[in-house]
């Protein structure tokens, strides 16, 4: 039996980073029985490590529920958490086609945020209805009339219906369960069209093998069918049929409005397309979904294993974790510095971040990390175009005709009070100020900015100008032409390559300085004395010198102790391991990264 | 005689009276101490090592601590005879004792003169007062001046220890105190940078910011410096921190850094014999029940094979002014200096102008000294 049409709500929930989306969810499972207490872990649906230490949600994740609303009908609730950061933007942006209304969290104390903003535009995008739920008014700082006319005034939706809440007190949650019933609509489906199915999502199972995640939008999905990928073009004979409760539930067919999983002996997350139409291989439908734009690594680095030896081992760890992550790539790259290792591509800085914590910590790799790099697109004087995802492949300038760089358009929100050093900052990363306005003590910030500015630490000095309270979001609007040159930083004479930068031009000076400046403080004193240069072409713009060490030596000899003097030579050797030789010059590991960390930015 | 093997001789008194803030060595305060019970351990803790090292010559013998001028002259006597009866004492055998200078140690000094001992080594420290106390000693510079005069009446050979690069210390103000220390006349100085050891109480100071050492140019100044004044003064450098008129080198510590036999009696003493390094247990107590159990105060008696041999006299012979001689390296470990060094390393230092290599001898230069450690982490293989 598959749950009637009008007994369905199928919704998101989308907020700002904390503003409480995952306690919500829990609340909401807990309330209708999902889970007894006792099985409520910290949060239920952020399964992964990363996800429980950090507090953010990477993947979505599906619940079904039943209700049992005040009018004594039992609906089936199908509950989508969907990541908030900006990363994962496409995550969010497919949850939400396969629903038809969303909760929008926003904290009582806080209000309304950059992603609150960014998430919910989305969501009106797809022609959701929209139920706002004001969070955490247990806050003594809460201020829930204030963060409603927010809404109003900023995104324009009326707040009339809007719930109050405590998910962490439990206040509120069964009025949110009752308005996801009265102003979520019900979707809509034909029982007796062919199947026609969107392919939400897949991932990898140890014991399942591929799981696909499913909307179902006309028609029946039963075990045993034999359906039809329609852009792929294959064929695959459905051995289960399930839903999520959280835990997994076999059942026996899904129909129309419903979303739940099959499995069908697919081996390889690559075999399925994100946003492919399922439908029935012998009797298929006549009109595909419009499908998802495919997602485009923006955001490149070299990952080079510490010990060489491990190279392979990168490589399968690499391969284990696309299983799972389609959105990320990786190739082969061989540097001088740091040898073999993989130029991968992410879908942003946090992503970069949690593949590279990911694989130091479930694949136990050490790794050094290169410059991030965004995509270049240039046109060669031969005509040819070509994209460039790594610096050290740069063209000889004068093959050049022109070089783009991708842009963003950035929302930037915050109090007041640090508004001028945020101007600032965009200001000094080459940004263009679209619009300004001020909403109840806060400012709201649209700044067109090179994606390349942003990569750097623009999002840390963010945060520390304003201690934390501005919030950011971006998305991008294409690339554009740029002067822009690669720099390189030579250690003693030798270019580094893992070091090597694609910089604006009007910007090279000063970064060029602040790299060697950097690099002098992250390379030890040598018993020579160490020229640090960056250079465009041949032409040096900032200089540093490392002095040659003057003293080191051990005054007491530790009478007849000569073991104690030993370990002080073993570990001096240890560290000397930890180091990479570059000519006669010894780098420390940490120093290819931390050179980038801008720190105390001019 | 001079056939024999030469043996050095350290023995280990491990009480002070009271704990300095920078010392890490191994040292004990106890309100009593049965000074006969410890002379007795001490001697069966030295007959333990003679009866595995027969027919030797004994090049020299050292009382260190601890405070071993807390010794009763006769207690040092004792031991001093015992190893002339185990062993035949080389005629110039230098017997060597620590001692505070202060005006109740210095009351003892013309005992130990009479019990055998020809050198002094005084722990002067400073002479500067705020800086002694600093330091956490017990003297003042009048006392210790004081003393040192007593010493130099009494032994024929004289050494005091400094402690420099010390806590807001300018250039200026050592070179004062180092051409007032060279003006005494002694012919041996031992010339020690604070270095701050962990788990002590200066270690604790410093981690919390109470302790700020002078910065690294101005250290490795003061370096310079100390070996500019001692080499015009006539007391060259002859290892990193001591210097010496020409024949007045330590030979007890030439033992150490030429990497010769040496062994270490009393508690926490450490000995290289045999290719075997011993180390005896640390606490007192533990050291007196293990003599007492098994004939010997042994914690650890490691063999060392070659390639640890090899280590080991690199890192103590490049510390030397003279270097290290290739024969006697390779007779001592068993390896060649070859074999134990990195040689395009070596070849590298040499163009740096840090080391000097020649077949029978290798030595730093003047300029490398000052880095040994970092030159020696790069040439070890
Ligand atoms: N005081 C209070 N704290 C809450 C409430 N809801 C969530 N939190 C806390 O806010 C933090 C972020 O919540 P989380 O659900 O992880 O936010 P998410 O990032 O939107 O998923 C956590 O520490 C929660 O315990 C609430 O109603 N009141
Ligand atoms: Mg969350």
Redesign the pocket.
Known sequence: MTASLSQIRNFSII?H????????ADRLIQQTGGLTAREMSE?VLDNMDIEKER???IKSQTVRLDYTASDGKVYVLNLMDTP?HVDFAYEVSRSLAACEGALL?VDAAQGVEAQTLANVYQSIEHDHIIVPVI??V??PAAEPERVKAQIEDVIGISTDDAVM?????GLGIGDVLEAIVKFIPPPKGDFDAPLKAMLVDSWYDPYLGVVILVRVIDGKLVKGQEIMMMAAGTKHLVDRVGVFRPKIEVIDALGPGEIGFITAQIKEVAQTNVGDTITDAKKPTAHALPGFKEVQPVVFCGLFPVDAAEFEKLRDSLGRLRLNDASFSFETESSAALGFGFRCGFLGLLHLEIIQERLTREYDLDLITTAPSVVYKMLLRDGREIELHNPSDMPDPSTIELIEEPWIEATIFTPDEYLGSILKLCQDRRGIQKNLTYVGGRAQITYELPLNEVVFDFYDRLKSISRGYASFDYHQIGHREGDLVKMSIMVNAEPVDALSMIVHRGAAEARGRHMCERMKDLIPRHLFKIPIQAAIGGKVIARETIAAMRKDVTAKCYGGDISRKKKLLDKQKEGKKRMRQYGSVDIPQEAFIAALRMGDDK | MPDLEPLAVYIHWPFCVSKCPYCDFNSHVRATIDEAGWRDALLADLAFEAALLPGRRVTSIFFGGGTPSLMDPATTGAVIDAVARHWSLDADCEITLEANPNSVEAARFAGYARAGFGRVSLGLQALDDAALKQLGRAHSVREGLAALDIAQAHFGRVSFDLIYDRPGQTRAAWEAELARALGFGTEHLSLYQLTIEPSTAFARLHADGKLVLPDADTSADLFELTQAMTAAAGLPAYEVSNHARPGAASRHNLAYWRYDDYIGVGPGAHGRRLATATERHKKPENWISALAATGSGLNVEAPLDAETRATEALLMGLRLAHGIDAAHFAARTGRTLEATIDTAARDRLVAQGMIEARTDRLQLTPQGRPVVNAVLAALHR
Not at chain 1, 17 to 24: A, M, R
Not at chain 1, 165 to 169: D, F, L, N
């Open positions: 907020a980073i904390d503003h409480g989306k995952s306690t919500l949060q507090g953010i949600t908030g969290v969070n955490k247990d806050l809440t405590s998910a962490k007190t």
